[in-house]
């Protein structure tokens, strides 16, 4: 069980890395500048589950307050009808004595890291499938051995 | 190549296996970056600080919003890159030996053109649900922009690319996407003007009548929106120049 | 999370990318990409990351794969590897 | 409004790129106008900065007021602010020229191209000054994305340069962006200063999560920086790109690196973790010496003008890495006096072969036969340039291989040394082969040259005024920084004096 034990605490670093060299290895070895692009996607996605891996924490739930934290049940009836100044003052005093616990929640910060790493990529793909289009409309071929060819004969 | 791309390849993976002995067990909650102050202060002071139950959304657009507003630039560089990269128009085609002329789609079918009819409707009516609500669920601008630009790429898909520009006409669609990215810098220039740090939302209660932790709040609100604006508009064009090979005129 | 459900995801997540990339098929490999990407969705949210979840579902299963398969059917379907 | 300066650096040239986006499009006659009033409140505000820095010591700036490490700030220090500096220059000196480049390559895209000019610039810029780890990355990738599509929206073989400058600028972002994850496993912090504090404090100098993400980060810069082994992405992207690129992303993005490199180094991992806990000096700056060797070497092989200047940035990123790890404050010193005068003098360079390109039309060493008599100007400054990559005084190039060969001696690194030595050397050969040809022709003993000269060069006269005042100024400030260096290296040592590099290697 102790060695079970030990695979479980890491087999998600594990499984990243290997993910992540299949990704590499197609973005080096690949000659289809799709499957390159395909690769590129993988190991960026390889790299997001890390930093996920990294924010889990045990018994703990997404990082959404939850509804009666925000609205307690006391005053939840009259909430509607409060105007906006009182409503923030309502917010202010009742934040004082609000108790979050910070083990209830998972650590937001890899999420919004990540993000941003998704827009990141998807971008990149965008470009990337754009300048294959491009390549394709000027040498007729996405296969990179082929267009270094057609490059070298027209010497 | 391919030998050598494996042995770079192998070595690398060697190097960060070499390293995940190293780190804290998975989930384990004292692990430093649970355990660090600046996740505790995410997660205990986000709602006082700000008002906003969903944290990755306060941090998002808030504490870390100096990085949002980039990663909108992200998404409009890609959209220019790919304009000015792609974008030709239709004459010069005629050089390319006549090839793959294709004609403009037949009316499309009858059950695809009903499904998509009710559908879209619904998924531009989610899309404005997930960035209002950004706040309170998982969810925000960027997120309902993608889906409110889908909606557009679904008509494109069904009817043709004429027909979705009936919404989203080509010379739009930068306004659209500047106007989103200013809308995020207008705020952060806002706060400059009223003499605070660029992004500081909460100086806006000035000209807001709100109280500082609501200007906090109502100002992600506003910035959300100039993301949404964006994301849709160039998720749109990046799809329609792809699609018709920069012409903007057939597509697949 | 179970652990089980986790290990699972991650097998077929390996699997997946393996598959997109040694299909000759381009677009068959454009699709299986999209496979792939919601099966990284469905594990971020159970590692309760659900903002990128919801990210992930739209932009990886959803834009990505569209725009893979755009570029796909523009220039040209079969891949030499 | 002072206190804002750091931030109006970076923002000015954001805001005026959206700005171009929309307006550009209909009247292409505004673009222009609008990106020269953007630089020119970078440099005006990096002025203001670099200024407000010499005076009062480094500033922060809190981003949306929250304090770090919470939010992000910019943290702008001695070296931050030249380096800015030295960027907004070069950016709005290259402005210049694009003038009439621009409209005459890419005669239906300029405000695409404009808009992505102005957002290279920010990315370039907000790397300079953030001080946030992955703050870092984005920009990192707002440059990077920028400069694949201002390289692809050149000739074909451009867009396949740009092609695998994407795949490998991904590797290289990817990779830094997993040595910031490392880090952050370690320390649960993001922030560049905080991030050190942590591994101080935790006792994490010998962890191997620390090395590991220590290699990665700079395997990552390496490949940005095109550092040899990792160069391959460079030479076409440079010489085939538009002229403007070259002279925008030669000059900038290569030392924008280095810079984050010595930043990597300095702040967030510490010289006695990077020099004398892991002790690679010796390997890295026997890479450096090769990287010189390999880059002078295969410029020599070059007839393509472009091609050559861009073998040449490989050699020179060689001498910034070795004398960054030599170890040595007087490396250090040089190396960072070197980020500097390099971006002029690649920038010179560039410009030069920009102009020769639009007015021959040729990229060929050939095509320069007998430019002395017809653009006289354009061959004074090119001669500045030349003569400041060779290191000839008072030329900046001169002053900072004097301190980079001092940092070499003082640590004990003799083969940096005869390796900077000699690719001056090879640098002298190269331009005094230039000069031989522009100003007797290709075949000087052939006793008719002037015969020869006057039908291959025919019809090119001296460069427009646009082109010609960005050549000139450039040549004016490296004769001005070379002259001024004291004062220069005053505001460097100043910032490299407060930190410690130990025991120098015997």
């Not at chain 1, 990243?16 to 190991?43: D, E, P, Q």
């Not at chain 3, 997540?13 to 490999?29: N, P, Y």
Request: glycine share 8%.
């Amino acid at each position: 069980m102790e060695v079970f034990d030990a695979i479980s605490a890491k087999f998600n670093y594990w499984i990243y890395i290997i993910i992540m060299m299949i990704g590499l290895y197609a973005m080096m070895s690949k000659n289809n500048l799709v499957k390159k692009l395909i690769g590129m996607s993988i190991f960026q996605t390889a790299i997001i589950l890390f930093y996920v891996s990294i924010g889990v924490k045990e018994g703990a739930t997404i990082p959404i307050l939850y509804h009666e934290q925000v609205h307690p049940a006391h005053d939840s009836g009259h909430h509607g009808s409060d105007t906006e100044h009182a409503a923030d003052e309502h917010v202010t005093a009742h934040a004082t004595d609000l108790h979050i616990e910070p083990d209830q929640f998972t650590n937001p910060l890899p999420h919004v890291l990540m993000l941003t790493a998704i827009v990141v990529g998807v971008a990149t793909l965008g470009l990337g499938l754009a300048l294959t289009q491009k390549l394709y409309r000027e040498f007729g071929s996405i296969e990179e051995s082929e267009i270094l060819e057609s490059i070298k004969s027209a010497k | 190549m391919k030998t050598l791309s494996l042995i770079a390849v192998v070595i690398t993976g060697l190097l960060l296996l070499s390293a995940v002995h190293d780190f804290p067990d998975w989930a384990d909650p004292e692990s430093p970056a649970s355990d660090y102050r600046l996740s505790q202060h995410y997660i205990t002071q986000t709602f006082p600080e700000t008002g906003v139950p969903n944290m990755v959304t306060a941090v998002l657009a808030d504490y870390r919003g100096y990085d949002t507003m980039f990663e909108t630039v992200v998404v409009f560089t890609a959209g220019i890159a790919i304009i000015g990269l792609l974008r030709r128009s239709p004459s010069s085609r005629n050089k390319d030996k006549g090839k793959a002329t294709r004609t403009y789609k037949k009316k499309p079918d009858l059950i695809v053109d009903t499904t998509c009819r009710l559908l879209i409707p619904i998924i531009q009516i989610f899309a404005l649900y997930v960035i209002a609500h950004g706040h309170h669920s998982p969810g925000g601008g960027f997120q309902g922009g993608v889906i409110f630009g889908a909606s557009f790429i679904l008509i494109t898909l069904t009817r043709d690319l004429q027909a979705a520009q009936k919404w989203v006409p080509e010379k739009r669609i930068l306004n659209l996407a500047g106007i989103g990215v200013l809308l995020y810098a207008g705020f952060g220039f806002a706060c400059m003007l009223l003499g605070d740090n660029f992004l500081d939302y909460a100086i806006l209660h000035k000209i807001m009548p709100a109280t500082p932790t609501e200007a906090r709040y109502h100002s992600m609100l506003g910035v959300e929106i100039g993301v949404a604006f964006t994301v849709t508009a160039i998720m749109f064009s990046i799809y329609s120049n792809l699609a018709s090979n920069g012409e903007m005129k057939e597509t697949l | 999370m179970i652990w089980i459900f986790d290990l699972i995801t991650l097998i077929f997540l390996v699997i997946t990318a393996l598959i997109s990339l040694q299909v000759k098929d381009l677009l068959s490999a454009a699709m299986v990409f999209g496979v792939y990407s919601f099966l990284m969705c469905l594990l971020w949210a159970g590692m309760e990351a659900v903002d990128v979840a919801f990210t992930e579902a739209a932009v990886g299963a959803g834009v990505s794969a569209v725009f893979l398969i755009a570029t796909v059917l523009r220039t040209n379907r079969r891949s030499s590897d | 409004m002072i206190e804002q300066s750091p931030a109006i650096i970076v923002l000015a040239p954001f805001l005026f790129s959206i700005i171009v986006a929309i307006v550009g499009v209909k009247r292409e006659g505004i673009c222009f106008p609008l990106v020269l009033l953007s630089l020119a409140i970078t440099v005006a505000a990096s002025v203001a900065t670099l200024i407000q820095v010499v005076d009062t010591g480094p500033i922060r700036y809190w981003f949306g007021g929250w304090e770090p490490p919470m939010g992000i700030e910019l943290r702008v220090d001695g070296l931050n602010a030249l380096v800015a500096l030295a960027v907004s220059i070069v950016s709005l000196l290259t402005a210049f020229y694009s003038k009439r480049a621009v409209p005459a390559e890419l005669p239906d895209k300029v405000s695409q191209y404009y808009t992505l000019y102005l957002l290279l610039v920010t990315g370039l810029l907000g790397m300079v000054l953030t001080g946030d780890a992955f703050n870092l990355y984005v920009l990192i990738e707002i440059s990077a994305l920028t400069s694949y599509a201002l390289i692809g929206m050149g000739s074909k073989r451009a867009t396949l340069a740009a092609y695998k400058y994407l795949i490998m600028g991904t590797i290289g972002a990817s990779f830094y962006l997993l040595g910031v994850g490392y880090l952050y496993i370690k320390t649960g912090s993001l922030n560049m200063v905080d991030i050190q504090g942590q591994i101080v404090a935790n006792g994490l100098l010998g962890s191997p999560a620390i090395i590991v993400s220590f290699i990665l980060i700079m395997v990552g810069v390496w490949i940005k920086m095109a550092f040899f082994p990792l160069h391959a992405w460079l030479p076409n992207s440079y010489a085939y790109g538009p002229t403007t690129t070259s002279a925008l992303l030669g000059p900038l993005v290569t030392k924008v690196m280095i810079y984050v490199m010595i930043r990597m180094i300095l702040t967030v991992f510490s010289p006695e973790f990077a020099f004398i806990e892991l002790d690679w000096n010796n390997i890295v700056v026997w890479m450096s010496v090769v990287a010189i060797l390999a880059g002078s070497i295969s410029a020599l092989a070059q007839t393509n003008l472009q091609k050559m200047l861009a073998f040449l940035i490989i050699a020179e990123v060689g001498y910034m890495v070795g004398g960054v790890w030599l170890a040595d404050d007087m490396g250090m010193v040089g190396a960072i006096y070197h980020i500097i005068a390099d971006a002029f003098m690649t920038l010179c360079v560039f410009l030069f072969a920009g102009i020769i390109l639009t007015k021959t039309g040729k990229r060929d060493l050939s095509a320069m036969e007998g430019l002395f008599k017809k653009m006289p100007l354009t061959m004074v400054g090119f001669l500045v340039g030349a003569f400041s990559l060779i290191g000839i005084p008072p030329t900046a190039g001169f002053f900072s291989k004097w301190y980079l060969i001092q940092g070499g001696i003082s640590s004990g690194q003799y083969e940096y040394v005869v390796a900077l030595l000699i690719s001056s050397l090879i640098n002298a050969v190269l331009f005094f082969r230039i000069i031989e040809i522009a100003y007797f022709g290709t075949k000087p003993a052939e006793g008719h040259g002037h015969h020869h000269e006057e039908e291959s060069a025919e019809g090119v006269t001296e460069a427009p005024f646009s082109m010609l005042f960005p050549l000139l100024a450039t040549a004016a400030l490296l004769l001005g920084i070379g002259l001024y260096n004291k004062e220069v290296v005053a505001i460097i040592t100043d910032f490299v004096s407060q930190f410690n590099f130990g025991v120098i290697i015997p």
